[in-house]
């Protein structure tokens, strides 16, 4: 997994590349714990280039959600491939996270 970082105003996107498994859930949970320390909690996470996430993916995804919403934050979550949308709408993720098709449409939506 690879996980590239840009920061867009007072936004952070976070572009993961790579499959989202146990691997590399503790690698994704440790770069949001960091933004989250320095007080950057507006979040957008591209998962354009995700082909895979298992149970410890989705669970580091809402485990940086908890992390993100006790500081008042949000984290987005675009460009879902469509077995990984499939696997969030099973697990009823989709109602949880705010889900959109580009990072356009995640940044006007905070």
């Given at each position: 997994m690879e996980i ?6 007072d936004?952070?996107?976070l572009v993961l590349?790579?499959?989202?498994e ?6 994704l949970?440790g770069q949001?714990d960091?933004?989250?320390?320095e007080k950057?909690?507006?979040l957008i996470?591209d998962?354009?280039?995700?082909d895979?996430i ?6 580091s995804?809402?485990?940086s959600?908890?992390?993100v ?5 949000d984290?987005?979550?675009?460009s879902l ?8 709408e ?5 109602r ?5 098709d ?5 940044l006007?939506?905070?």
């Amino acid at each position: 997994m690879e996980i590239s970082e840009k920061r867009i105003d007072d936004m952070d996107v976070l572009v993961l590349t790579g499959r989202l498994e146990a691997s590399s859930a503790k690698q994704l949970k440790g770069q949001v714990d960091a933004l989250v320390k320095e007080k950057r909690v507006k979040l957008i996470v591209d998962m354009a280039g995700v082909d895979f996430i298992d149970s410890s993916g989705l669970g580091s995804l809402v485990s940086s959600l908890r992390a993100v919403n006790e500081q008042k934050g949000d984290v987005k979550v675009v460009s879902l491939q469509k077995q990984v949308r499939s696997i969030f709408e099973l697990t009823r993720l989709h109602r949880i996270f705010g889900v959109f098709d580009d990072v356009e449409a995640a940044l006007k939506s905070f």
